[in-house]
Every structure is written in C-alpha cells, then in structure tokens.
C-alpha cells in the first residue's frame, strides 16, 4: 500500500504565484518523520525540511513554508511567490521509525516567467 | 567534507549482463540505501543496509543484490540485466532513524 500520497503529478504556475504541494501519508507508528526533497533539473536530490510526528508545529523558511496536520496526516509545502528556479520535482518521504525512507510520486512544478 | 559519490554516472549494457554501480560514502554513517527512480513511481527502495554484513530486501528487490564489506561501500549488482531495469539508480546514506538522508549523484542505467 502506498504510505505517502502526492496527489498532484504536475502543476504550472506563472511568476509570483503560490503553489501549494499536497502530502498525505499513511502510518500506525506514533513516532514517524516525514521529509521533503527538491530535485531540479539537474537531478540531484536536496533535502528541504525534516519534522516529526510530535511537532505540528508549521514552519517558514524563507518563501517556503510546510503546514503539517496530524489530523489529516498531511505535510503539505507552499512556495510563495514563485519564482522561474522554483521549477523542480518536489518529493513527500515519510520514515516510520527505522531508517528506510518512503516516497511519494512526486509533484513537478513548471514556474512560467 | 563529507560526501557520497556514484559511479558511474551513466552506463548503457545490454540485456543479460550483470552490471555493479558503485556508491561510496564519507560520512561514516551505518545506513545505507538504494533506490530507483522511475516516472510515476517517485523513488522505490531496492536495498538496505545497516551495518557491516548486514543487507535486506527492499520493495523491488528481485533482479538487484548488494554487498557491505566495509562501511563506505555499499555496490549494487543487476545479476542478468534487463530492459525493465532501465532506470535512474540512488544510493543514500543517513546516520540517525530521525535526520535526513543524504543522496549520491544518482547513476543514469540503461539497458539495450
């Protein structure tokens, strides 16, 4: 069964518009993390955000933000004003308490100058 | 500083053949993955390992073995490649069950 979901498989924005990212995860572990990871065009794979299953709390960085909801068991990522370097795959992972981590779809996000 | 480097970064074989991605990491870190990454699928865990000796099956293990002889190494083998194998391969390794895992370069395999 799939543990993380991204439901979107590709979004298009123009410049200087929010793009929210959904994340929804499944898990019956009480302790868990869960990630996000950019890979732009170049390929490689860059760490972005870790949290943990005891911290709801949102966090802000810079125009990134990520709104984690236990209540839905969703981790979702907004990048706020886009802009054209914003244009990558982003991924939803989720590690429930080993150390395997477990991967959404991906979602890949075209910013339109 | 620290890192983990794949090689090689682009390989074309042809069906039947077995096949080794090396991955080599200087973090010293214990765990060490491998994923493919496929259109649609994001990325699916071949196999693991968590120490010196110690490899596991991951969830597209069939076709795929690895070796840990050491703890900076962790080589991938295809036994007899297939065209289904055609893929982008990560190695992966993280040190604690709650940080981040750090990612090679990735290897581009394709098999003819």
């Known amino acids: 069964a799939q543990k993380v979901t991204q439901a979107q498989t590709e979004i298009s924005v123009v410049e200087k518009e929010d793009v929210t990212l959904d994340c929804v995860y499944e898990t019956r572990d009480t302790t868990y993390y869960l990630f996000w990871y950019k890979q732009p065009p170049s390929g490689e794979l860059v760490f972005l955000i870790r949290r943990n299953s005891f911290d709801e709390q949102n966090e802000i960085s810079g125009r990134y933000s990520w709104n984690f909801q236990k209540s839905t068991s969703s981790f979702n990522f907004t990048i706020t004003a886009s802009q054209v370097v914003d244009s990558a795959v982003y991924f939803c992972a989720l590690s429930e308490g080993d150390y395997k981590l477990s991967f959404g779809a991906g979602t890949t996000v075209t910013v339109r100058a | ?112």
């Open chain 2, 1 to 112: 500083d620290a890192e983990i480097t794949q090689s090689p970064r682009h390989k074309i074989t042809e069906t039947g053949r077995q096949v080794t991605l090396a991955c080599h990491q200087t973090w010293n870190h214990n765990n060490m993955f491998w994923y493919r990454q496929d259109l649609g699928h994001g990325l699916r865990l071949i196999h693991y390992s968590y120490g010196v000796q110690d490899t596991n099956k991951g969830e597209v293990s069939d076709g795929y073995s690895v070796s840990r002889s050491n703890t900076e190494d962790l080589p991938l083998t295809l036994e007899s490649a297939a065209s289904s194998q055609t893929s982008v391969y990560f190695c992966a390794s993280k040190d604690r069950v709650n940080t981040e895992a750090f990612f090679g370069q990735g290897t581009r395999l394709t098999v003819v």
